[in-house]
């Protein structure tokens, strides 16, 4: 049976034309893709067939916020049994953000969500729009994997552990602690041994708060200040500490650990993650990392920061209460993270 996919359509460079202040969304973009996957299939089979549709606003994508990932959750949920799989088409700059959130939001699936974009328009005559949306299309149409994904340049990685390394490169996204899904070159060399398995969802629709998880970066001197600031207000439920190496904060700042003990016995979950991309949080290998067990702070293990960050949001607007956010974010809910 020929297959059908959904293509929904959000904004980001692989729609944009340029303007006077550089590439912005355009609303042409339907007519340009038709043709041009009109082009590409030649009256053939190859390609499956799909709808295309769009959000209210398209954007550049460092615009988005958690109402822009549940706008896409909705979409694709109404539309869920219509399509055999669906590819969103995103800007590259927080796409590994909105990955990382619809996984959570939709929780477990039955279906391939690929999210994909480009870093060269398609309106461009030398560009990367068409073969990441190409192979976006037959990897959803085609594949086994019930799971959300982001594809780029060849590789197929895990929605929520992918994250933007490059800016100005093709092959702008990497898996920094999971292996990639599937390598596409003249084979697809797909790893079905690490996909999810098949679940009927049961979806739900959720209410985010763009206030409720800060992030604070430590640095050398570091004033408590900065972490005072970012809990200036009643509506943050959870704050991301982003720490040295292996989750090792700077413990002999009195005031800075005070104020952090003070955050966790008000109810906020404070998170420890790594600066260092590769490798994750082991809290306790160092007496400075130690110093955040004594106060109740949790390690967010090798969680990306948009996985962790967008974690939080989803178990926060799901309802759990601080001490089950605290179990739940060093687990694994949709492959995430390492088991410790
Ligand atoms: N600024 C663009 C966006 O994220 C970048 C891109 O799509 O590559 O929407």
Same mark, same amino acid.
């Given at each position: 049976?020929?297959?059908?996919? !959904?293509?929904?359509?959000?904004?980001?460079?692989?729609?944009?034309?340029?303007?006077?202040? #550089?590439?912005?969304?355009?609303?042409?973009?339907?007519?340009?893709?038709?043709?041009?996957?009109?082009?590409?299939?030649?009256?053939?089979?190859?390609?499956?067939?799909?709808?295309?549709?769009?959000?209210?606003?398209?954007?550049?994508?460092?615009?988005?916020?958690?109402?822009?990932?549940?706008?896409?959750?909705?979409?694709?949920?109404?539309?869920?049994?219509?399509?055999?799989?669906?590819?969103?088409?995103?800007?590259?700059?927080?796409?590994?953000?909105?990955?990382?959130?619809?996984?959570?939001?939709?929780?477990?699936?039955?279906?391939?969500?690929? !999210?994909?974009?480009?870093?060269?328009?398609?309106?461009?005559?030398?560009?990367?729009?068409?073969?990441?949306?190409?192979?976006?299309?037959? !990897?959803?149409?085609?594949?086994?994997?019930?799971?959300?994904?982001?594809?780029?340049? #060849?590789?197929?990685?895990?929605?929520?552990?992918?994250?933007?390394?490059?800016?100005?490169?093709?092959?702008?996204?990497?898996? $920094?602690?999971?292996?990639?899904?599937?390598?596409?070159?003249?084979?697809?060399?797909?790893?079905?041994?690490?996909?999810?398995? $098949?679940?009927?969802?049961?979806?739900?629709?959720?209410?985010?708060? #763009?206030?409720?998880?800060?992030?604070?970066?430590?640095?050398?001197?570091?004033?408590?200040?900065?972490?005072?600031?970012?809990?200036?207000?009643?509506?943050?439920?959870?704050?991301?500490?982003?720490?040295?190496?292996?989750?090792?904060?700077?413990?002999?700042?009195?005031?800075?650990?005070?104020?952090?003990?003070?955050?966790?016995?008000?109810?906020?979950?404070?998170?420890?993650?790594?600066?260092?991309?590769?490798?994750?949080?082991?809290?306790?290998?160092?007496?400075? #990392?130690?110093?955040?067990?004594?106060?109740?702070?949790?390690?967010?293990?090798?969680?990306?920061?948009?996985?962790?960050?967008?974690?939080?949001?989803?178990?926060?607007?799901?309802?759990?209460?601080?001490?089950?956010?605290?179990?739940?974010?060093?687990?694994?809910?949709?492959?995430?993270?390492?088991?410790?």
């Amino acid at each position: 049976m020929t297959k059908r996919i !959904l293509i929904l359509h959000t904004g980001g460079t692989i729609s944009m034309v340029e303007s006077k202040s #550089g590439y912005v969304p355009s609303h042409n973009f339907p007519a340009r893709l038709h043709e041009q996957l009109e082009n590409q299939n030649l009256g053939g089979t190859e390609l499956p067939l799909y709808n295309l549709l769009e959000t209210e606003h398209l954007i550049d994508s460092s615009n988005s916020t958690p109402k822009d990932w549940v706008a896409i959750a909705d979409l694709l949920q109404e539309h869920w049994h219509k399509f055999d799989g669906f590819v969103v088409l995103h800007g590259t700059d927080t796409m590994a953000y909105t990955a990382s959130a619809l996984s959570f939001i939709l929780g477990p699936i039955d279906k391939p969500v690929i !999210l994909t974009g480009s870093q060269i328009p398609l309106a461009k005559v030398r560009n990367d729009a068409l073969s990441n949306l190409v192979i976006s299309m037959m !990897l959803a149409a085609n594949y086994a994997v019930p799971e959300v994904c982001l594809y780029f340049n #060849g590789k197929l990685l895990r929605g929520n552990r992918s994250t933007k390394l490059k800016s100005m490169q093709l092959d702008a996204f990497h898996s $920094p602690n999971f292996p990639d899904i599937a390598k596409v070159g003249i084979d697809v060399d797909m790893r079905q041994d690490l996909v999810l398995k $098949p679940t009927k969802p049961n979806f739900a629709h959720y209410t985010f708060d #763009g206030n409720a998880v800060m992030i604070a970066p430590m640095y050398p001197g570091v004033p408590s200040r900065v972490v005072d600031a970012l809990l200036d207000s009643n509506k943050v439920q959870a704050l991301i500490l982003q720490t040295y190496g292996v989750g090792n904060p700077p413990d002999a700042n009195k005031a800075l650990m005070d104020r952090l003990a003070k955050a966790n016995q008000d109810g906020i979950v404070v998170v420890n993650l790594s600066q260092c991309l590769i490798g994750g949080v082991f809290q306790g290998s160092y007496a400075t #990392g130690d110093s955040l067990n004594q106060i109740g702070i949790v390690s967010g293990v090798d969680l990306t920061l948009e996985a962790a960050f967008t974690k939080l949001h989803y178990l926060l607007a799901a309802g759990y209460s601080s001490a089950d956010i605290k179990q739940l974010m060093p687990t694994a809910l949709r492959g995430e993270c390492r088991h410790d």
